[in-house]
């Protein structure tokens, strides 16, 4: 099934099924809100997926993802992972850390009363923050109890997102070094407009990981296509990881970190943190700056076919108000 | 005011006004639940004023704070700070890290779509974890918007709460040593049944802290007093600092960090953390051991003439169900 959420005045929006070309959308019949599906999934999916059959069918209104907002508006927790060792080591390179002693998924919990739609303007205080994008893959877990198995984390796994996690890259080393983790250096994330079943990627949905190329663009210019397979730990183990200590409430959103690919220097990559570390590795200084005002980042992943999974997210970067 | 929200069978409760002296309690007329209070506080605080006003002056129902849920018993976000110097420098030396480095307030994220009721069994995995408590105070805001001043960021703080942070004290170092902060080591936290606006404090709301001692007990022994005056940062530092990438969310709650005083030999401590490195300090090695199930920790704060504010929290620890 695909879903996406249209506004309605509502913080939660409009939940709609969308047909699996992208084309046609009509409200979804079993819930009014993608939270609300989440929190009776079992008992719901049966509805919702022969209404899904029937979209897919025929009828149904134009599809506008352009409308959209997040497919889940807000949720009571983000969980952003660092799964993409390419992109670790680099960092740690980099910034002279050596996340490599520690065998557990590296994890943070986000800012998540708000996801900003995929087609908006990001507010931002200032560019001397270091404005970056980070493409990445999530999913979307109904509720699960607490300390669970990676195979007991799988089966509530509910649905896969596209999200851009906006990061403030001269914030971001100073809280590391607290060891408290980002606040500051990480401002709410935006979301493609379609949240699907895993079943809807196929063979691409495999071993818990998204093996599907993300195409970033900034400023309308391809600046990478890393697969999403990479992951040193599958979203199980991040979910279990989760939910050693706490129960997970329905519509917890947890996220793969930047993807990021072995042969980044062929691929290019998901953020513009990633490239400055290849540039300070091969050549000893950064010469890519990060976003200023007016700059547009776009990100989508498709099947092999063509198909469209999550829809565009295309986001560019303006200046708070004050 | 003071506020407390009873069990109704709806995750959000049913908002209740508490009489002064906490023995009596009546529905809140004005808003069903205190997250519709903090989304319209503007408009709906002349009508709880009255309500409040005419329950001290007699009638309501007998309140059982044995019964109340945590007063917000979920938020969207909750994001706690680490602003008592006595506590920061006592761990660095223990741990070997310097925050001193770091002039801005240390915040992490942590989670929030449940806040443990007050008189409760807390579930856990293992004694093994190192499990503690942690008394602090902490704020509830209305909705504020990004990047606001330290000045702006005091009126946006509507209610006063004491809260129990649980921490697993043998996972935290591992986490903090990421970089990212803590997901394991931070379960969900206990708040004590009453929330209250700052006025009820009178002259113990001071330069945006609060200055009362926090009780606390273990297994029914006195176990700290520290008084909350003694932050290095204020609440309204702590509430600007988190406003600065993201708006705050109505029902955002900001905590102070353990209570902790430089006189902390004579006061005592608000976890058990504390005391081991006060041990380690003077003794070389920490002998007191870390909680246990069956265990149970109190905490409470009054003004000094007696008159009850949060009333008190009472929580026991327990093993999780497998």
Redesign the interface.
């Known amino acids: 099934m695909k879903f996406a959420t249209l506004p309605n005045g509502k913080p939660d929006g409009r939940l709609h099924l969308v047909s699996r070309d992208l084309t046609r959308a009509a409200p979804a019949e079993a819930a009014e809100t993608l939270q609300a599906a989440l929190e009776d999934w079992t008992a719901l999916e049966p509805k919702l997926q022969a209404q899904y059959a029937a979209l897919n069918a025929g009828g149904g209104a134009p599809f506008d993802a352009m409308r959209a907002l997040a497919p889940l508006p807000?949720a009571?927790?983000w969980?952003d992972g660092?799964a993409f060792e390419s992109h670790g080591r680099l960092m740690d390179k980099v910034f002279g850390?050596n996340?490599e002693?520690?065998p557990?998924p590296?994890?943070?919990?986000?800012?998540?009363?708000?996801f900003y739609p995929p087609v908006a303007e990001i507010?931002?205080?200032s560019t001397a923050?270091g404005i970056d994008f980070e493409g990445e893959f999530g999913v979307i877990v109904d509720a699960a109890p607490?300390?669970i198995s990676k195979q007991e984390a799988l089966a509530h796994i509910r649905l896969i997102v596209q999200i851009n996690d906006w990061s403030?890259r001269k914030?971001a080393p100073?809280e590391?070094?607290?060891?408290?983790?980002?606040?500051?250096?990480?401002?709410?994330c935006g979301m493609a407009p379609v949240a699907v079943t895993p079943d809807e990627l196929g063979i691409h949905w495999r071993d818990a990981r998204v093996d599907l190329p993300l195409e970033v663009s900034w400023n309308e210019k391809p600046f990478g296509a890393a697969n999403g397979y990479e992951m040193s730990f599958g979203f199980d183990d991040l979910v279990a990881?989760?939910a050693?200590?706490?129960?997970l409430?329905a519509g917890?959103v947890i996220g793969s970190g930047t993807v990021s690919n072995e042969n980044f220097r062929e691929v290019g990559s998901s953020c513009i943190a990633e490239r400055r570390g290849i540039e300070i590795v091969d050549h000893g200084a950064a010469t890519t700056d990060y976003m200023t005002f007016g700059d547009r980042v776009t990100m989508e992943a498709r099947l092999p076919d063509g198909t469209p999974v999550f829809g565009r997210l295309a986001q560019t970067v303006v200046r708070?108000e004050?």
Chains 1, 2 share one sequence.
């Open positions: 807000r009571w927790q969980l660092s850390m996340k002693l520690h557990k590296l994890m943070y919990q986000g800012v998540s009363d708000r507010p931002f205080v923050d607490m300390n403030l914030l100073i590391m070094k607290t060891g408290f983790g980002w606040v500051q250096a990480k401002p709410p990881h989760a050693y200590s706490r129960p409430v917890t708070a004050s």
